[in-house]
């Protein structure tokens, strides 16, 4: 088992301060003390060590009308740039953030699903990023990672796609193959970690730390968060509740199982849905799962009663699954993500929040909470930047106590 | 968040060479070592602060051919006496154990379910523990302290049974009313806690930190360690597997809830699928369930094809159940408990393994294993005397990494 020494506490505290930095925003030291519980001491030395190390600057200088200045920290946005990158079957979506993780520019680059060679891939990977980069007028040597979320199961220790089901990759060494093309250091991992990250830095990571965040799109999953520690399991694959039973035996799950939560609660699980209340619905006949989505949240909008009768039956099925979660693992927040949730989350959560209480046993129901997800932009793309980050702060020598895979290698540090 | 100290790496050090000397029986220093981690040194200097404190005592001395003679090392079983207590709807089992949790005498009594009253259970419980205390031939002025499990929810640091469906309990100050009674420091704690502790201590917690311990009996549910952590959940409700879906408005579950995996896995689940199968079967005629579930497992062995049927149907549902686990939470071990367990293991788990594949998603599928517990005797007692070990060991300021909950008064120290 991994030992902790006096040093890793030490670089659990510098962390700490940064983390509070990005939480709180520019803030003074007695501020980072409090948020942090670490003594006014510590955070006094640990900012001048990060000061001249020219991690953090001064933000501002402010006088009261009694007592002596005070000085606001903030970390220097300028050290560096960090790349997150969503990959998607149908989408590669890029973003370039600074090292406070604000968003400067954005590339999107579409792909065809039926197409799985990885040089495709990898290409449309590419230039997502060199999009990006245009946009945000970044200087390609100021870049310290890419954090890039590859869709099914991945090994981040390994920075493999172990198995891609909808691409059927099996073992491809995907960070190799972008570090390769990029001469950047990759990291990758997967989607379902990748919205728990940011939620946990950015969302209700800020008031709680044990957490679900479900996604909602054409595939569903949850990213869990327990006492601030990530939940991987043994191959980094926990976090399938998609795929939990909703219904022994019942609709085919493209997993191969039969009654997954996906099968009912996925883009396709909707179209079947509607399928069965009214097979000839106009929204049956879009050629894209967002075109559908769309249709069904405008037709909600006039209050078009197969629409409506879709939406009481997928809330039926979000809160009894919804409910199995909260069973099992007794956590106390739940937040809703993914395009569906965007969609149609004004349908889907007041109807949830009525009748989760009729599938959570009592003792787990007080204090429970059911929102969607506040974290702004793509929330995939931001959980790999801040995945980058935590490993490069790691290589600074600021163990991440959480969430982060030991580092692999090195990251090249910014110009 | 609670801080670490280097104070606690220490006290950390020191549970960790006790837990191993639980483990491994008596050992060599340089056996605890390897065990650990720890640097011989570290474990050289701890020990000889043990010895001095009594808490260990030297075993053996042995002599090989070559080199200076070596010692084995030995926790002290006559420092004192604990308490284990498994408190079910229908009977109370306590067993007397020395320190390092080796049974020493057994006590048991019968609960009428059908009464609710506090004294009646309370007074069940102090003559189950006076029994077991006879048994033993301890000496009460010896007892460090009784671990006690209370079916239902219970808040293990307010010592409180919040809610016990069966009596229709709420916020029981049940530790108070036994530390009345017996004038000895009780810790109160769920079956699932105890039972996944147990495991951790004495099962396959010896090659793994992550695991589900799922017990089959009346109820279902299971204790789940994380990376050697007990998933307690916000209000320690954690666990409560027996109330996720197998099938979506399915049977009715005495939780009020329909369909849950309780419903079919349960005793009464299965009385209710050999109903379904054969509504005359002689075995639905026994009037406890305990001869329900004997006279299941003698007619297997008969080859009675209603009961062959009921096999198949129950290793269906819980290889499909057990799945959702897996998928949900990527652990590698799944171990089955409870008299269902015991009774019917021989059926259940080759059906199961045979099936859990066609249920697992393939990235959580290599290296999953399943199978009955190994723990000897009643492993709730076992857990609950583990709990009251770890605690008083937390007094003697031995910070337990992992499952206990911080101690809330001092334990009696031994005589
Ligand atoms: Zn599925
Ligand atoms: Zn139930």
Redesign the pocket.
């Known amino acids: 088992m991994p030992r902790q020494t006096s040093r890793d506490l030490r670089n659990e505290s510098r962390f700490e301060v940064l983390h509070a930095l990005f939480t709180l925003g520019p803030s003074t030291r007695q501020e980072i003390a409090k948020h942090t519980g670490l003594s006014t001491a510590t955070v006094a030395t640990l900012v001048t060590q990060f000061l001249a190390e020219g991690v953090l600057r001064i933000a501002t200088v402010e006088q009261n009308t009694v007592g002596r200045p005070y000085e606001r920290l903030t970390i220097d946005p300028d050290r560096g740039r960090i790349l997150g990158i969503d990959v998607a079957e149908t989408y590669v979506d890029a973003t370039v953030y600074d090292v406070t993780l604000g968003p400067l520019g954005h590339g999107e680059v579409a792909l065809d699903e039926h197409e799985n060679d990885t040089e495709y891939v990898v290409n449309g990977i590419v230039r997502a990023i060199e999009a990006a980069v245009e946009a945000s007028g970044t200087e390609r040597e100021r870049i310290i990672g890419a954090g890039v979320s590859m869709p099914g199961q991945v090994r981040p220790d390994a920075g493999v796609s172990v198995f891609a089901p909808n691409w059927d990759w099996h073992d491809v060494r995907i960070e190799e193959l972008l570090e390769q093309r990029l001469g950047i250091s990759v990291y990758v991992d997967n989607p379902l970690k990748a919205v728990a990250l940011s939620e946990m830095w950015f969302g209700v990571g800020r008031v709680t730390k044990s957490m679900a965040v479900v996604n909602l799109g054409t595939g569903v999953g949850a990213g869990i968060a327990i006492d601030g520690t990530l939940l991987r399991g043994s191959a980094n694959n926990a976090g399938?509740w998609?795929?939990t039973l909703l219904q022994l035996d019942g609709r085919q799950?493209?997993?191969?199982?039969?009654?997954?939560?996906?099968?009912y609660l996925g883009v396709h699980g909707l179209e079947m849905s509607l399928a069965e209340i009214a097979p000839k619905h106009p929204a049956l006949r879009q050629p894209l799962q967002r075109g559908f989505v769309d249709a069904v949240a405008e037709g909600l909008v006039a209050d078009d009663p197969a629409l409506v009768e879709l939406a009481r039956r997928t809330s039926h099925y979000l809160a009894a699954a919804l409910g199995d979660l909260v069973n099992l693992l007794n956590i106390p927040h739940i937040t809703l993500t993914g395009w569906t949730t965007a969609a149609l989350a004004d349908w889907l959560i007041p109807a949830v929040r009525e009748e989760l209480p009729d599938h959570v046993l009592p003792g787990s129901l007080p204090g429970l909470a059911v929102e969607a997800s506040r974290v702004p932009g793509n929330p995939v793309a931001l959980g790999m930047a801040a995945f980058t980050l935590e490993r490069f702060l790691g290589d600074l020598g600021l163990a991440s106590p959480a969430s982060t895979p030991p580092p692999r290698r090195r990251l090249r540090a910014p110009a």
Chains 1, 2 share one sequence.
């Not at 799950?253 to 099968?263: D, S, T």
Request: with cysteine; net charge positive; proline share 0%.
């Open positions: 399938e998609g795929h799950c493209r997993c191969g199982r039969r009654g997954c939560v996906e099968a």
